[in-house]
């Protein structure tokens, strides 16, 4: 089963190749899409860990609730510079120079 899907993935990379398409990109994007979709899972974790604190009224919780929203904070902003970073290298794939990529690889580096 994995060489049949593995044929079709091939073939699907030498149509786009033809196309004029670079596969490379797109796997580069796929990949930071899912380090975005990591750092987002670790923030609905904080927030729902947040939430818990704030039902429980004990102030050791409340005070943890300080770190926790620091850390949500700082994922935000990575969050942030990820998307950008991933808006400049597919803006550049298909603007950018040879291959239709710059070859620079910018995206995920601001993390």
Avoid: C
Wanted: aromatic residues 4%; proline residues 1%.
């Amino acid at each position: 089963m994995k060489r049949n899907g593995e044929t079709k993935r091939r073939r699907n990379v030498a149509e786009e190749a033809e196309q004029g398409e670079d596969p490379a990109m797109w796997e580069n994007l796929d990949r930071n899409f899912r380090q975005v979709q990591s750092v987002l899972d670790r923030n609905r974790s904080l927030i729902q860990q947040v939430n818990d604190n704030h039902q429980s009224r004990m102030a050791d919780n409340m005070s943890k609730n300080v770190a926790l929203i620091q850390e949500l904070n700082g994922n935000i902003s990575k969050v942030v510079n990820m998307y950008s970073d991933l808006n400049t290298s597919f803006s550049s794939g298909f603007h950018g120079g040879k291959n239709g990529h710059d070859g620079g690889g910018a995206a995920g580096t601001r993390a």
